[in-house]
């Protein structure tokens, strides 16, 4: 390719003096090292512009020409893949200057280790290499012994020799940080929650951890003071039991801790009785401790998700088994001790197609051998149904009713073990239209959960889904619609 045509210092100089109502202007606009790789216009052209040396060269279309800069070089790289270097500042250049008549001194002693030392260790700050430490074990989940590791350590003088005795080597050390980072961002959190221009709004919720753990989750909803929706776990806290009495005395030492007693909105948490309890607890202590007003009544927000999930349980299990007979989900009964595999099948085959389909589901997850031959046959895995996961059975019969060729390849090679839940062209059509029932309760948990969700689109959701239960009858059920109306008042 032949050289491009450049400009020189004498452009500048000739450009100043031909035009003098552009000459500020254009002086400093050709000092950009973009207009290097443009040429002069000629007599034709636009005395102001300079242009594009390659438009002629690869089309008959005219030059492109421009006196901006940022455009010039957007065309050189988008029409021609010229890259620009970008023009190094005076600071730049006066830091690089003294860099190099650095390394010239050094040099000329004939040793440069000292000052390569010197240059790594100014690029190391302690405090935010510890910062950056400790944010990853805890976001990631990370073992403290993480900075024993010798491998770890390698990788951080890889990236700079000079690390080594900036990090530390001691489970412990790291120990210590997590606990002073806890208290320090948990002061940030304290003085946001006390000048949060709401209250401030409290979810909880109970679950049991591996480890058999009851915990207890509190989390803050409130708006800062700039006029944000903010969110905060305040608390993990053990608790001994699911009772309201047992929350309220986790519940209230955290409130205090923070500081934010008086100032607690309302407490969202689903629609077990203990919480109803909670409730009345807080009442109480506000009425007679505090001589503050809070109602139970008008602060007790229920939540839609499990409003939700308890119609869907009484569509799928009432009448048919109570929903305490299906606890052994985690193949466990509720002593702790191994149930009877085909006393649990023959359970749930007393919910029809529905009970047949779990128990197939179950089977082929019943070994890695039968989970691969599954996974052959239909390129993919039937998510399983449990109790606690909302829309998990719609879920399940989605995906069964897309695999239904491969489910019934696998049901006719399994026939023997699965001779009881071999499922019928009925039973699939009924399967079917329990989905299509189910689809619209899948849809508003979705709707109504998240931080963009509100009142009104809950209250709308649940019109819709009354309306939805009103005007279907499902005849794989003898439940009612009044039935069903019954839990919508719990909210």
């Not at 003294?98 to 700050?125: F, K, M, V, W």
């Not at 302690?126 to 910062?131: G, L, P």
């Amino acid at each position: 390719m032949s050289s491009l045509p450049e400009l020189d210092s004498s452009f500048t100089q000739s450009t100043t003096a031909e035009s003098t109502t552009t000459t500020q202007r254009h002086s400093k606009k050709w000092r950009s090292p973009v207009w290097v790789h443009c040429r002069r216009p000629t007599e034709d052209e636009d005395q102001d512009f300079l242009y594009c040396p390659h438009c002629s060269l690869n089309s008959e279309e005219p030059p492109y020409g421009t006196d901006i800069s940022e455009n010039m070089k957007k065309h050189l790289v988008g029409q021609h893949q010229i890259i620009i270097a970008k023009k190094i500042s005076k600071h730049q250049e006066t830091a690089r200057q003294q860099l190099n008549q650095y390394y010239h001194q050094a040099q000329a002693s004939g040793d440069t280790r000292e000052l390569d030392s010197e240059i790594l260790r100014s690029c190391l700050n302690k405090a935010v290499i510890t910062e950056a430490l400790i944010s990853l074990i805890v976001v990631r989940n990370l073992s403290f012994c993480l900075a024993e590791w010798p491998e770890f350590h390698t990788l951080c003088q890889a990236l700079n020799p000079e690390s080594e005795g900036i990090i530390t080597t001691s489970h412990s050390g790291i120990y210590n940080k997590v606990s002073e980072a806890w208290v320090k961002h948990k002061d940030v959190v304290r003085r946001e929650l006390q000048a949060a221009l709401s209250r401030i709004h409290i979810s909880l919720d109970i679950w049991t951890s591996p480890n058999r753990w009851l915990l207890l989750a509190i989390c803050a909803h409130f708006t800062t003071y700039s006029q944000k929706k903010q969110k905060a776990l305040l608390a993990l806290k053990k608790v001994s039991g699911h009772s309201g009495e047992d929350q309220f005395s986790i519940l209230l030492p955290v409130l205090e801790d923070y500081g934010i007693v008086r100032q607690l909105g309302a407490i969202i948490a689903d629609n077990a009785s203990p919480n109803n309890v909670l409730c009345r607890s807080i009442e109480t202590y506000f009425h007679d401790t505090l001589k503050i007003e809070w109602n139970a009544d008008d602060w007790q927000i229920r939540c839609i998700g499990h409003i939700i999930n308890l119609v869907v349980q009484a569509f799928l299990f009432a009448n048919v088994i109570g929903l305490e007979e299906l606890e052994s989900y985690d193949n466990q009964d509720r002593n702790g001790d191994p149930t009877d595999e085909e006393a649990k099948r023959l359970r749930f085959r007393l919910l029809g197609p529905l009970g047949q389909a779990h128990n197939i589901v179950v089977h082929i997850r019943g070994s890695s051998g039968r989970t691969e031959e599954f996974t052959n046959l239909a390129k993919r895995m039937i998510p399983m149904d449990n109790r606690t996961r909302w829309n998990s059975w719609y879920e399940m019969l989605k995906v069964l009713l897309d695999l239904r060729p491969a489910v019934e390849k696998y049901c006719t090679d399994h026939e023997d073990e699965l001779e009881g839940d071999l499922l019928s062209f009925q039973d699939w059509k009924k399967l079917r239209t329990i989905k299509e029932f189910l689809a619209p309760f899948s849809r508003a948990t979705l709707f109504t959960e998240g931080d963009s969700t509100s009142i009104d689109a809950t209250l709308f959701t649940m019109d819709v889904l009354i309306k939805h239960l009103q005007n279907e009858t499902v005849s794989s059920t003898p439940l009612s619609p009044p039935f069903f109306l019954s839990f919508w008042k719990v909210g």
